[in-house]
């Protein structure tokens, strides 16, 4: 590793990727409040660490270099906190790297909808300027046996996914309200709108369904 250098954070994001990284129980403490958390994961994309519920959506580098969290046990990579309470990057738990920080959890998390359902229910922030909102939580061609090979679905709602808290099947109105409670508490971040959904057995009705949820936010945002 010493043929590295750790000055660049391109590199350091390579290595991090690669090898995983730990983050010391002061700093984990604050994701879910402070700090966003992962809301989506991949199958064992990350193990959450005992006594925790969630681990960070993803990390930033020096230079704006993002870089998506993996925890690893085993990780010669250590976050936590120095004397001065500042967040940092340690290899081998003592050699300092580098600053780092975490995507800060948006404002119209925890807030209600007119429907009764929070609004993290019905969207989600990816990074820092994406809001995302997943229509079908459903999909026809898992149960077939013919899932795509880095679907997540299955393990976002099944058991221990954190999909499973949210709304199956967002309608236009639910869409709409979530959106326009986002706009209004985080619309400094919000740079793009993605959606996702699970396929319908019929292609038509699936369509349907998707572009009836798009247009009803497209409504939302031309009026802001």
Same mark, same amino acid.
């Given at each position: 590793?010493?043929?590295?250098?750790?000055? !660049?954070?391109?590199?350091?994001?390579?290595?991090?990727?690669c090898e995983?990284?730990?983050?010391?129980?002061?700093?984990?403490?604050?994701?879910?409040?402070?700090?966003?958390?992962?809301?989506?994961?991949?199958?064992?994309?990350?193990?959450?660490?005992?006594?925790?519920?969630?681990?960070?959506?993803?990390?930033?580098?020096?230079?704006?270099?993002?870089?998506?969290?993996?925890?690893?046990?085993?990780?010669? $990579?250590?976050?936590?906190?120095?004397?001065n309470?500042?967040?940092?990057?340690?290899?081998?738990?003592?050699?300092?790297?580098?600053?780092?920080?975490?995507?800060?959890?948006?404002?119209?998390?925890?807030?209600?909808?007119?429907?009764?359902?929070?609004? %993290?229910?019905?969207?989600?922030?990816?990074?820092?300027?994406?809001?995302?909102?997943?229509?079908?939580g $459903?999909?026809?061609?898992?149960?077939?046996?013919?899932?795509?090979?880095?679907?997540?679905?299955?393990? !976002? $709602?099944?058991?221990?996914g954190?999909?499973? %808290?949210?709304?199956?099947?967002?309608?236009?109105?639910?869409?709409?309200?979530?959106?326009?409670?986002?706009?209004?508490?985080?619309?400094?971040?919000?740079?793009?709108?993605?959606?996702?959904?699970?396929?319908?057995?019929?292609?038509?009705?699936?369509?349907?369904?998707?572009?009836?949820?798009?247009?009803?936010?497209?409504?939302?945002?031309?009026?802001?």
């Amino acid at each position: 590793m010493k043929k590295f250098d750790f000055s !660049n954070p391109a590199v350091v994001k390579l290595c991090l990727l690669c090898e995983g990284v730990r983050i010391d129980s002061r700093v984990l403490k604050e994701v879910g409040k402070t700090f966003a958390e992962d809301r989506f994961r991949y199958h064992r994309a990350s193990r959450i660490p005992e006594g925790f519920k969630f681990v960070p959506s993803e990390m930033t580098l020096p230079e704006n270099i993002v870089c998506a969290v993996y925890i690893e046990e085993k990780s010669p $990579w250590l976050v936590k906190k120095d004397k001065n309470g500042k967040i940092k990057l340690f290899y081998q738990d003592h050699k300092e790297v580098c600053p780092v920080s975490f995507t800060k959890r948006p404002r119209f998390f925890d807030k209600k909808l007119p429907s009764g359902h929070l609004c %993290q229910q019905i969207a989600v922030m990816y990074g820092n300027y994406v809001l995302g909102i997943f229509i079908m939580g $459903w999909c026809y061609f898992p149960a077939k046996g013919l899932s795509c090979k880095f679907c997540s679905i299955a393990s !976002n $709602w099944g058991e221990a996914g954190l999909g499973k %808290q949210n709304v199956k099947y967002i309608t236009p109105e639910l869409a709409k309200e979530a959106v326009k409670l986002a706009l209004a508490t985080d619309s400094d971040r919000i740079k793009y709108v993605m959606y996702s959904s699970g396929s319908f057995p019929n292609n038509d009705r699936g369509f349907d369904i998707q572009s009836a949820v798009v247009k009803s936010v497209d409504e939302v945002i031309n009026d802001n």
